[in-house]
Structures are given as structure tokens and as C-alpha cells.
């Protein structure tokens, strides 16, 4: 296989960028983190992180974290405030990413049929942002709609794609059902057969998408559960996705070994081995959010612990009564408290996804 560039300027990625760093990852056997961001701290955060470790990151909004985003006292309807939200989250991105020094692929997360809307709203903005600039607003955006029979979901998949591949954009669809609970959709109680994609299935998705584009990732189901729970009766079966590749080569002879880009949702409480024998069956991204909640939580918590003398009220601590406490309950203080423990959390995913000083 030809040695590819590693080479990608600082900022968004969007593109045959997004192409190239997807293969550059295949070739390599790592895999981009995937970071749910609902305000500048989070998205700072991964900015930082991906900046460090000199390697790219998928810094995405899901539908309520961008309506977080936007505020609460947004007037506007809820799919407005998630649009709203996405597009301030990505001009906060753009307008720092380069001065970071990170490379990051913009994205939004699921989105199921109903919020559809969010979307287009997107693709409008996205539209507008390719014809004053000649890129998209965000690298790519994902549908779930995971829950519609499969014809229905490709033929919806496929229209999107149609209208992003002038941009340039990149599409993450959704097969079979991902267990557990993630944007409102609670799949917690299904069979356990539905948990697993079929390589038939896989392969009917491949085949609906690359005739319009082959900018397109797969999100299939192997057993993979949103959220963390305790150990159930769920058994993770990455070697679905290698059936699933060596049977789409077969039928198509392919070029590449491997011709699906997969994305491994309900990340978040997997062993390293499963992470390492997923991307070496091709998953170039993984979306751990729950698990960076709690690192932010977590790191904000020892905190509150550790500093409990100092705030308890605006004046007064263990060094005398009027002595003033403001030092340490600044909410940049304790934000970059979880901020810390955050960009720790991350750097682990980075390791465990191998990806590591992977670009130039
Ligand atoms: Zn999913």
C-alpha cells in the first residue's frame, strides 16, 4: 500500500482531508477519538489534547448537547436551538482550532429520524459556509436511523449523502440497534439478536451509499451498548465487522482488504483489547462520551473535596474568619479542575486508540 501524507494544517478538516486521514488510519491501525462537547470547555479540552498528542480528533455536538450550547433562554423552537448551537459550537472551533495547533473534524452526532430537522438546518448553514469559502461548516454529520426498516433507512441516507457530496461532506449512518440509552432513544430491552449486524447487511448499506459517494462511515452493530453498565448478557463480537469486510471484498473485489470505514459506537467501558481488535477490522472512530462526563465530573468533585474548607462561604476558611475565599470558588479554578481531568481521560483514549503523534 502507498505510504500516505501525514501531513494536515492545523484547523478543521474537512474533505479529502477527512478521506485521507480515515485511510491514513486504516494503514496505520489507529482509530480518531470521537468527543461529545457541550461548551468551550469541553471543546477546549479536546482542542488542547489533540494539540499535545499531535494527532487527530472528532469534536462533535449531539442534538441536546447543542441545544445546551445555545442556552436555555434561546427563543426558539427545540430543533432551532440544537442548529444554533452546532453552528456557535463551530465557529468556536474554527476560530480557534488553527491556534491550537489541533486538527479536528467537526461532526454532529446521532440523529434519528425526528430530528432530521437539526440537519437540515445544518446542511443550509453548511451550504451557505461552502459558497463564501469554498469548505463546509462541519467535516461530516451522522443519521440513526437504526430504527426504520433497512431499505428505508439507506434510502434515506442516500439523499443526504446525495446533497452532502458537492460539499465535500462526510456521512456516519447507523445499522442495527446499538443497546443501551443515548439522545432519548432507549434500546435497553431489545433482543439480543438485534444487537448484531448482519455482513449482509453491512454490505446492502456499502453498496446503496458508494454509488453516490465514498465519503461515508458505518456505525454496525457487534454488541456494542451505549452508556456504561454492568457486565450483562451483551458479549462484544468485533469479528462481525471482520465477516462483514472480508464478505463486501469478496462480492465487490475490492481493492482495499477492508473497503468499510466503521465506527465504533458505546465505546466507553471497553477493554483495550477490544479496542485494538476493532480498529485492526477497520474502525477509524470511536465515540467515548460517557466516559469523559465522568472524568470532567470526577476531576471538578476531588476538587470540591479537597478545597472543602475554602468553600463554604465567600469569606472565611481554616486560615481566620475574614479571610476571603474567592481565590478558590472562581469557576475558572474549578473548571479547569475538570478540565484537567478531562484532557487526562482523553489522553488515555488517544493510547488506546494508538493514536499518538500520528500526523506530522
Ligand atoms: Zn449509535
Known amino acids: 500500500m502507498a505510504d500516505l501524507r501525514t501531513h494536515f494544517a492545523p484547523g478543521v478538516l474537512t474533505g479529502q482531508d477527512v478521506s485521507d486521514v480515515f485511510a491514513l488510519a486504516k494503514q496505520r491501525g489507529f482509530a480518531l477519538p470521537a468527543v461529545n462537547c457541550l461548551g468551550s470547555n469541553s471543546m477546549n479540552a479536546v482542542m488542547e489534547t ?25 427563543h426558539a423552537g427545540a430543533a432551532d436551538r440544537s442548529v444554533l448551537g452546532s453552528i456557535a459550537g463551530a465557529s468556536h472551533v474554527r476560530a480557534l482550532a488553527k491556534a491550537y495547533g489541533a486538527r479536528v473534524m467537526l461532526h454532529t452526532d446521532h440523529a434519528a429520524q425526528p430530528l432530521l430537522g437539526w440537519v437540515d438546518g445544518l446542511l443550509d448553514a453548511g451550504e451557505a459556509h461552502f459558497e463564501q469559502t469554498g469548505t463546509p461548516l462541519f467535516s461530516s454529520h451522522m443519521l440513526d436511523l ?16 446525495t446533497r452532502m457530496a458537492p460539499l465535500g461532506m462526510t456521512l456516519e449512518i447507523e445499522l442495527g440497534i446499538t443497546g443501551g440509552e443515548e439522545d432519548g432513544v432507549e434500546n435497553s430491552v431489545v433482543a439480543p439478536a438485534d444487537l448484531y449486524s448482519t455482513p449482509e447487511e453491512v454490505a446492502f448499506a456499502y453498496e446503496q451509499l458508494i454509488q453516490v459517494s465514498d465519503r461515508f462511515t458505518i456505525a454496525a452493530a457487534f454488541g456494542n451498548v451505549h452508556g456504561v453498565y454492568s457486565p450483562g448478557n451483551v458479549v462484544l463480537t468485533p469479528m462481525i465487522l471482520r465477516d462483514a469486510q472480508h464478505h463486501i471484498a469478496d462480492k465487490h473485489s475490492t481493492a482495499d482488504p477492508r473497503p468499510v470505514d466503521f465506527v465504533f459506537h458505546g465505546g466507553s467501558g471497553s477493554t483495550s483489547e477490544d479496542i485494538a481488535q476493532a480498529i485492526s477490522f477497520g474502525v477509524v472512530k470511536m465515540n467515548i462520551d460517557t466516559d469523559l462526563q465522568w472524568a470532567f465530573w470526577d476531576g471538578v468533585r476531588s476538587y470540591s473535596v479537597q478545597a472543602a474548607p475554602y468553600l463554604q462561604a465567600q469569606i472565611g476558611n481554616p486560615e481566620g474568619p475574614d479571610r476571603p475565599n474567592k481565590s478558590h470558588y472562581d469557576p475558572k479554578v474549578w473548571l479547569r479542575r475538570g478540565e484537567e481531568a478531562f484532557i487526562e481521560r482523553l489522553q488515555q483514549a488517544f493510547h488506546e486508540l494508538n493514536n499518538v503523534d500520528t500526523l506530522d
Open 50 to 74: 489533540a494539540a499535545a498528542l499531535n494527532s487527530p480528533v472528532v469534536l462533535q455536538f449531539s442534538h441536546a448537547g447543542a441545544a445546551f450550547l445555545a442556552g436555555h433562554g434561546v
Open 146 to 161: 437504526s430504527e426504520l426498516p433497512l431499505e428505508q433507512n439507506l434510502e434515506i441516507c442516500v439523499t443526504y449523502l
